[in-house]
DNA sequence: TTAATAATGAAAATGGTTTTCATTTTCGTT
DNA sequence: AACGAAAATGAAAACCATTTTCATTATTAA
């Protein structure tokens, strides 16, 4: 294990071990360009090493998105799912489409040029008005999908 | 109850019962400008009518939203948030404010203008390309508040 | 009034996630 | 290499918001 790659040495920067579950699900969730959830890891690393259990999963991505390596989405279909945060992947800045029906999510990155520019305006009206440190923003836009709208 | 707000004839327009326990729903959304869990619905229903139980608040919750009456909110801090829809209040379009730390959700208005012009733009550039019927969207802004701040 | 249907509450079940706890692994120090 | 403290782990149990079941009650149309 002694290669390390970028995110691993920041990994272990943070005092955190770089164990082998760990980059497992570090590399799973690089591979994909899906929204997994922990379920979802868990059996494909069981192909890999059926010795992890699922408590790891959980707690490994509890960890890994506490220290902004991946973002958890809680999109209201039961179970969260998990991405790479942007840095880490080849993955522009993006945000999401969402199937009513199907709940497929489609990443877009279109746009960003018109977002910088609203959100930039009201980041700062809003922190000015309302006083919050603003650190973050989603959007989603929910409607349906192209496979639904064929039924 | 024979009075029927426009809400109520609505209601019955779709075919349902209008009893006591949905009006009450509804008046507890209407009048609070939170955004209330189902046992938040609970406990104030409770103080007014006892024998409402929790699996009514839910169902009825649920069939509000089926219908576009209520809005349901996962923000991801373990249960789900509700608010009457904006064409019930007397509230203009908005979005949220989130803080990461004590989960206070706070409402803005601010920047429409802005914001339509973005969102106009993005949906149908989106619903081109990706081939979705974009029907919703929703915006967020996370950051810290005012309070936590200071601690 | 009656019968069909819808709504309800209490209790049980569900299911994703978290906690507990005993065991194993890791890593800096001998 | 061996040691010991601290961190990580898996299995099982607990958690807890929400849903389902089911027997009972309320509403509605005829
Ligand atoms: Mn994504
Ligand atoms: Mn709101
Ligand atoms: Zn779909
Ligand atoms: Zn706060």
């Given at each position: 294990m002694g290669h390390c790659h970028k995110w691993g040495q920041k990994f272990i920067d943070?005092?955190?071990?770089?164990?082998?579950?760990?980059e497992c699900i570090f590399e799973i969730l690089l591979k994909t360009d899906a929204h997994l959830s922990a379920e979802d890891i868990y059996m494909a690393i069981h192909k890999i090493n059926?010795?992890?259990?699922?408590?790891t999963i959980y707690r490994t991505l509890e960890l890994l998105e506490q220290n902004g390596?991946?973002?958890?989405?809680?999109?209201g279909h039961g179970r969260a799912k998990y991405e790479l945060n942007e840095e880490?992947?080849?993955k522009k800045h993006h945000?999401?489409?969402i199937c009513e029906k199907c709940h497929k999510i489609?990443?877009?990155s279109e746009f960003v040029k018109e977002e910088k520019e609203?959100?930039?305006k009201a980041e700062n009206g809003l922190e000015k008005k309302y006083g919050f440190s603003i650190k973050d923003h989603l959007i989603d836009f929910y409607g349906i999908c192209p496979d639904c709208k064929k039924e």
């Open positions: 943070f005092g955190f071990r770089l164990t082998a579950a760990r059926p010795a992890i259990g699922l408590t390596i991946v973002r958890k989405f809680e999109f880490y992947e080849g945000h999401h489409l489609v990443d877009y609203y959100i930039k």
